[in-house]
């Protein structure tokens, strides 16, 4: 049974790469398209990278506070023992500060890609598809689709990957299961409330942000967003709210001209959550293994978390995991084996990205509706 499963790890891993370069590459032009429609675009995506900014610098605080307040139980440890059997190599370890620095920018992106390096990989395909952007219309349109097939046929090649996940999350957890018994099941609790409690702290800040840069009423908000959240909460989807938090905008009295264009915006661009929660399932996996996280992982993971965050916004709760989690532990030096047993339990704190994203898409359109009054104004 074990070898099924790490076949199964081991062509889910194999899409990791390709997937997000080309997402990236689109998900950068398409920001930079974006922010050239005007001023109400370009104050959108101030406000959604400085909160995306944010939610990977709370994470990076939040989590490590959460496990030391509620450390992982002892259960965890043999969990970690029969995951380490199924494992891949070790992941890449950071270097110092002086190699780090040197490190980020690849003089072969092509050896780059080939071992794991995502930072610098990252970095380069978002400079390259800056530099697109420059490029006259023709050229720009043909690398545009080029990077865009790639990461549709990459999409095709996951999903058949994530059609026999039944049989290969079996595989690995019969494996699971015959070294930990039930014990298994109170450490995936453990981790879910973590990365929950991580994204509670993201969804409050949603408010917060409302009260402070929107100047909205905390009650006034909190009742706006009542059918909103309900709504998202059983849809867990983004993009299905959409509605629901045009009709909380225009409770809260944002104009409709804003709230008609901001909103689309920021479910196509924005979630707010991805950052923090993506880092505190990488920082959880790293206590859960001994791996120590120094500032030089502590950077590349934040830097990761943003940019990946921009470049997988529109795929599916499970491929999203997996393309957004995956690069951030290769990044930080994380092993990514623990990826394909958490993501079947992915479905419950999912529950909460939903619910923080929806938030802070509402809070956003208001805050850029306040801003376009003071530019106004001025």
């Avoid at 849809?235 to 901001?262: I, N």
Wanted: hydrophobic letters at 60%; aromatic letters at 6%; a positive charge.
């Amino acid at each position: 049974v074990q070898p099924i499963g790490e076949l199964w790890l081991r062509a889910l891993q194999a899409t990791i790469v390709p997937l997000v370069a080309a997402l990236l590459f689109t998900g950068v032009v398409q920001t930079v398209a974006t922010a050239s429609a005007g001023a109400m675009a370009r104050r959108s995506l101030g406000y959604f990278l400085a909160f995306l900014g944010f939610s990977a610098l709370a994470s990076l605080i939040v989590t490590p506070a959460l496990l030391a307040l509620l450390p992982i139980p002892g259960n965890a440890e043999a969990l970690r023992s029969s995951l380490s059997a199924a494992a891949t190599p070790a992941a890449n370890t950071v270097p110092g500060l002086a190699e780090y620095l040197k490190s980020i920018v690849p003089t072969n992106v092509i050896d780059a890609a080939a071992n794991d390096r995502m930072l610098p990989l990252i970095l380069f395909m978002s400079v390259f598809a800056i530099a697109t952007t420059r490029l006259p219309s023709p050229q720009r349109d043909l690398l545009s689709t080029f990077f865009a097939a790639i990461a549709s046929a990459m999409l095709v090649v996951i999903g058949w990957v994530l059609a026999i996940a039944p049989l290969g999350v079996f595989a690995l957890g019969l494996t699971v299961a015959a070294k930990t018994g039930a014990g298994a099941i109170g450490a995936l609790i453990h981790y879910v409330l973590i990365v929950a409690l991580t994204g509670t702290v993201i969804l409050l800040a949603g408010y917060a942000f409302a009260m402070l840069v929107a100047r909205q009423r905390l009650g006034t908000f909190a009742r706006a967003m009542i059918p909103v959240q309900i709504f998202a909460f059983s849809t867990q989807s983004s993009l299905a709210s959409l509605p629901a938090m045009l009709g909380a905008c225009k409770r809260l009295g944002v104009r409709d001209t804003t709230a008609e264009f901001v909103m689309p915006l920021a479910v196509s661009l924005f979630r707010a959550t991805s950052p923090a929660m993506n880092l505190a399932v990488v920082i959880y996996v790293a206590k859960w293994y001994g791996v120590t996280l120094g500032p030089e992982a502590m950077v590349s993971g934040w830097v990761m978390a943003i940019l990946v965050s921009l470049s997988s916004v529109s795929l599916p709760g499970t491929i999203s995991f997996i393309a957004s989690v995956g690069p951030i532990a290769i990044a930080m030096g994380v092993p990514v084996s623990p990826l394909a047993l958490l993501v079947a339990v992915e479905v419950l704190p999912d529950l909460m990205r939903t619910l923080g994203n929806v938030t802070m898409d509402v809070a956003a359109t208001a805050a850029v509706d306040r801003s376009e009054d003071r530019a106004g104004r001025a």
